[in-house]
């Protein structure tokens, strides 16, 4: 049974960083994509950032770039996304994601398997 668990929100000030986890089990690391999405009150979920491990291959939404890294650790089986020059519109609940097949974080519909989510809230 595939199992996604995050772990890392909080809140945190407009400046600051956090760094998420997602600790995955149940599958093969390296066949999998495996990512993020957030959902902000009142708004669709969006793709932050996916990566494909076997690949080296990451990509990110155009919000996060340069502020956000996508990472993981094929021995500890987990994925991290390291969030840095929090802003308060990166408010949300944070979702790990993970699919056999390649959707660059295009759509949330297309992944099976998700994480039960963990709050960022970012304060200005």
């Known amino acids: 049974e595939v199992q996604l668990v995050e772990s890392g929100g909080g809140l945190v000030q407009a400046g600051g960083s956090l760094r998420l986890s997602c600790a995955a089990s149940g599958f093969n690391f390296d066949d999998y994509e495996i990512g993020w999405f957030r959902q902000a009150p009142g708004k669709e979920r969006e793709g932050v950032a996916c990566?494909?491990?076997?690949?080296?291959?990451?990509n990110y939404d155009d919000s996060v770039k340069g502020r956000f890294t996508i990472s993981s650790d094929e021995d500890k089986n987990t994925v991290y996304l390291q969030m840095n020059s929090l802003k308060p519109e990166d408010t949300a609940v944070y979702y790990c994601v993970a699919d056999r097949s390649t959707y660059y974080c295009s759509n949330y519909r297309l992944y099976d398997h998700w994480g039960q989510g963990t709050q960022v809230t970012v304060s200005s």
């Open positions: 990566i494909r491990s076997r690949l080296g291959s990451t």
